[in-house]
């Protein structure tokens, strides 16, 4: 699997750690849409990177990482069709998974911890999507199409 992951600078450390983490238990492909500092960087343009990855079929899931985990949650679900939902804990990590088919993780570095982040990550990428809300989740592609017309496509 291909993994999009991205941070601002107040999630840049846990997403290093996150990277160290996968590199170590995983097979997964990392692509790595930064920061590669600390030094300041807008939210929104990160997000914009890894959501487009998802979008653009170039990683299967993406894991965001900022100060709360909410900007970044705001941001990717601005593209039609991606599902980015803050964890803050395992059941909302495996929950996101088994019941939004949520493809984007975001976690917020300023409320977890690392060992709960890894633990987050672990759930999530072991949960996959049970169908249970099926319908739901078709009510939510109708209000997407209302809004995203099939001929429009975000631009980067």
């Not at 999009?4 to 990392?30: C, M, P, V």
């Not at 998802?54 to 593209?79: H, P, Q, S, V, Y």
């Not at 890894?118 to 939510?140: C, F, M, P, Q, T």
Request: hydrophobic share 40%; aromatic share 8%.
């Amino acid at each position: 699997m291909k993994i999009a992951i991205g941070a601002d600078n107040a999630g840049f450390d846990l997403k290093e750690k996150i990277k160290t983490y996968l590199a170590n238990n995983y097979r997964h492909q990392i692509i790595d849409f930064g920061t590669n500092c600390a030094q300041p960087v807008d939210y929104p343009d990160i997000a914009q990177q890894v959501a487009s990855a998802i979008f653009d079929k170039r990683a299967e899931r993406g894991i965001l990482i900022c100060g709360l985990g909410l900007g970044m949650a705001i941001a990717a679900n601005k593209f039609p069709g991606i599902y980015a939902t803050p964890c803050h804990d395992a059941l909302s990590a495996r929950k996101s998974r088994e019941s939004n088919n949520a493809q984007i993780l975001t976690m917020g570095s300023q409320i977890i911890s690392y060992p709960t982040a890894r633990n987050i990550v672990k759930i999530w990428l072991a949960s996959e999507y049970l169908g249970k809300s099926d319908k739901k989740l078709k009510k939510i592609k109708h209000i997407e199409k209302i809004f995203y017309p099939a001929t429009r496509k975000p631009s980067m």
